[in-house]
């Protein structure tokens, strides 16, 4: 078992359920390409990089199930495979980088064995250069975090939405580590609480202070002065826009109001630069996740539902991208 990652494989892939977090810490055993699916859409797994990760150890596992020994019909039944995880959440791009960058090993091999092989060693490759990507991306953005910052935060760009260390909460663990203090507020982010679920829980974990609050509340605290920075994820950065879960958006236009930096901190795997916000899928979820929690009914039978799970941010709004190659600052088009 290996409890510092998000998803792993030791003789078969496993991930946390982060659907049973802060109650239950359980490790959960993906045997197929149906449970991988199922995980990835219930939200066992979620978050742009363990996604990547996720789409990566499919095709290795889709590889290592199969009794195909024609190597050309295994690389058509990886794509197809590929296909279907793709579309599993279609606005986090990390989740077909991932499955592409495999894909690619499988279609350069040579015989069926050696795609069980290279596929498997890519994907675990993948799932280590996660972790060394987000500590170098943490360290660029460690120097933008000052001593004493009061930071905002939302959804949950940690270690549990990559395979370890973090994107957002990655600089915030960096400055902390090289003697800054730094205090985080955590918005819950509704309907699915992934801030107060994961992040506060998660940042409890290593000692770092942590507030939470409802986003509706974040105005209010810049206003009082009790926000002095703003550090996001990225579940995909197009030419003009960056995609986050929702909400996020309004937290730019309250950051720019009262002239508090906007940061976004993702790894390369999150840009999509051919495209352009209007070409982008965002996910829309059940409407069950804004009427029911649990068994208690929060909404009447029947309500019209609107549940899109991602907004995107204009970049023009984003203060500075933080990535492993360095800190880019608007205009950032031609930058990147
Ligand atoms: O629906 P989720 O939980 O997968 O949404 C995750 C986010 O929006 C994160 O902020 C984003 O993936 C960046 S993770 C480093």
């Avoid at 279609?107 to 799932?127: G, P, Q, S, V, Y």
């Avoid at 250069?129 to 760009?157: F, P, Q, V, W």
């Avoid at 090289?178 to 000692?207: F, M």
């Avoid at 996020?248 to 390369?268: C, D, E, Q, R, S």
């Amino acid at each position: 078992m290996n409890e510092d990652k998000t998803i792993w494989w030791d003789d078969g892939l496993f991930m946390i359920d982060q659907t049973k977090l802060p109650v239950n810490f359980e490790i959960i055993n993906i045997k197929s390409i149906r449970d991988l699916v199922g995980a990835i859409k219930s939200l066992k797994i979620r978050g742009a990089p363990a996604l990547g990760a996720a789409g990566a150890y499919g095709i290795a596992l889709a590889a290592s199930l199969s009794k195909n020994n024609n190597v050309y019909e295994l690389q058509q039944e990886l794509e197809i495979v590929g296909d279907t995880i793709k579309v599993a959440r279609p606005t986090a791009v990390n989740l077909s980088w991932g499955v592409d960058r495999i894909l690619k090993v499988a279609m350069n091999a040579e015989t069926a064995e050696e795609i069980k092989e290279a596929t498997m060693r890519a994907a675990f490759d993948i799932a280590e250069e996660d972790i060394r990507i987000n500590k170098a991306l943490s360290r660029y953005g460690a120097k933008l975090l000052e001593n004493g910052d009061n930071i905002l935060t939302h959804c949950n760009a940690g270690r549990l939405a990559c395979v370890g260390w973090g994107t957002a909460l990655g600089v915030v663990r960096s400055a902390i580590e090289s003697g800054k203090k730094i205090h985080v507020y955590a918005c819950e982010t509704r309907p699915l609480n992934q801030g107060s679920r994961l992040t506060a829980w998660e940042l409890i974990q290593d000692d770092i202070p942590v507030t939470l609050i409802c986003e509706s509340s974040s105005g209010s605290l810049m206003r009082k002065g009790l926000i002095n920075k703003v550090i996001v994820g990225a579940d995909r950065i197009t030419k003009n826009a960056v995609f986050n879960k929702i909400g996020t958006y309004n937290h730019a236009i309250l950051a720019k109001a009262h002239m508090i930096p906007f940061y976004v901190a993702a790894p390369l795997s999150s840009f999509d630069l051919q495209h352009e916000e209007a070409a982008i899928e965002v996910e829309e979820r059940d409407a069950s996740e804004l009427c029911i929690i649990g068994d208690v009914r929060l909404a009447p039978e029947g309500i019209d539902v609107y549940n899109p799970a991602f907004d995107a941010t204009p970049i023009e709004l984003v203060t500075a991208l933080i990535t492993e190659r360095g800190i880019f600052r608007p205009p950032l088009t031609p930058a990147i």
